[in-house]
């Protein structure tokens, strides 16, 4: 099943923002930044990921309610979701 790229464009901004996040917690370790800010930082990037997952796994199940794709099974659908707990 191929995911609609349209759909999921807050989820591709979500991941840039995530991407920009990542960067500056590197950043932060670089220059020797308290470790409170850089956990904090690194929660939030964390969290960002977690959700755009979500998202892309709640867009392919709704895609296949809508289509009854056959290809995807309940349980390969289980197993994708359950890798992000």
Do not use: H, W, Y
């Amino acid at each position: 099943m191929e995911l609609d790229a349209k759909e999921l464009t807050p989820v591709i901004n979500r991941l840039k923002r995530a991407q920009g996040q990542l960067a500056a917690v590197t950043r932060m370790l670089e220059e020797g930044r308290d470790c409170k800010d850089v956990v904090t930082q690194l929660a939030a990037v964390s969290k960002a990921l977690d959700r755009a997952g979500f998202v892309i796994i709640a867009t392919g199940l709704e895609q296949c309610i809508r289509s009854e794709d056959p290809g995807m099974a309940k349980k390969d659908l289980e197993k994708l979701f359950l890798s992000l707990a």
